[in-house]
């Protein structure tokens, strides 16, 4: 006859294979869970320029001049939005200079999120409108912030043209765009500098701080934007460009974002600093619908058409 196994080895025995289920469904990872997770922090910094279309043309109460050169290549050009009243208006009109996002790679002058409801909602306040393309990765992100200086500076030159200012321009950009009217605001080196601005409006900026982005966990088009290089990271952040008082600016952030106020906020604190002035606005927003809201009748449009009736 066999001997019966010890009770309390028996009663462990039981108890562990209870537990070893529970234990693997509690610590094995569930099936794709890292995949979710990546296409959702992705989906923090999406614009929609990748897969967005060209707008419709030019919106009621504007003309539109399009693909106006600033250089040889065809990425260099932008286009112009016109108010119709403005060729009969004795006073110059004020420019807002606006700039693209799409991760320094994708993105159009003509996309619909560029384009509308801003345009419209510009124009009818009196304002000439500029969408401006620059040329894409795989060239360097400090060649794109050359192209978006020469745009400025030529569109400057130009404005009385098309009934502007060229000394009442306000930059803008989104995204990678923003990153890079940042760096000209900031003053860092470019090929051309333009001539004195009234403002910037950054919408949720890609990179404030490059070099601190660069040193922790990023997405991987940060890579493909700024290399390995630290000097280059420097050269390209513009919290490290910032030096002197800047025009006014507003950068908006989105309150999604990790980090997008945060990098805001240490922007605004040092150009505050230095005797410039920076104002950071908050918006429970996406990073798509900072760009894709700007121009609906909203208190966010209100706040960011108050700043440019100061700068105006």
Not at 40 to 52: Q, T, V
Not at 156 to 177: I, K, N, P, T, Y
Not at 202 to 212: E, G, K, P
Not at 245 to 268: H, I, K, M, N, Y
């Amino acid at each position: 006859m066999p001997r019966l196994a010890c009770p309390r080895a028996l009663a462990a025995a039981l108890a562990l294979a209870v537990l070893l289920p529970a234990f693997g469904q509690a610590t094995a990872p569930a099936p794709h869970r890292f995949d979710r997770l990546r296409q959702a922090m992705a989906g923090e910094l999406e614009d929609g320029s990748a897969h967005d279309r060209a707008a419709r043309g030019a919106p009621r109460g504007t003309r539109l001049i399009p693909d106006i050169p600033y250089g040889a290549d065809p990425a260099q050009r932008f286009d112009v939005y016109v108010p119709l009243q403005a060729r009969d208006s004795a006073a110059p009109a004020p420019v807002i200079f606006f700039v693209h996002g799409g991760g320094w790679a994708h993105g159009d002058k003509t996309n619909t999120r560029v384009v509308e409801p801003k345009v419209a909602h510009w124009v009818e306040r009196g304002f000439v409108v500029i969408s401006a393309n620059y040329r894409l990765l795989p060239t360097p992100v400090a060649r794109q912030a050359d192209d978006v200086a020469a745009a400025i500076a030529f569109a400057q030159s130009q404005a009385g043209l098309w009934g502007g200012d060229g000394r009442r321009f306000v930059l803008a950009g989104h995204s990678a765009g923003a990153h890079l009217v940042a760096l000209i605001a900031a003053g860092a080196r470019t090929a051309t500098r333009p001539q004195p601005w009234r403002g910037a409006i950054l919408l949720d900026s890609a990179a404030f701080d490059v070099t601190a982005l660069m040193a922790h966990r990023h997405f991987g088009l940060y890579d493909q934007a700024f290399g390995s290089d630290r000097s280059y990271w420097a050269a390209m952040s513009p919290l490290v460009q910032l030096a002197r008082p800047t025009a006014p600016v507003l950068a908006v952030c989105s309150s999604r974002r990790q980090e997008s106020c945060g990098q805001a906020d240490r922007f605004a604190g040092k150009a505050s600093g230095l005797g410039g002035k920076v104002r950071v606005l908050r918006e429970d927003l996406s990073h798509m619908e900072i760009n894709a809201a700007l121009g609906d009748e909203s208190d966010y449009t209100a706040q960011v058409d108050a700043f440019l009736a100061s700068v105006r």
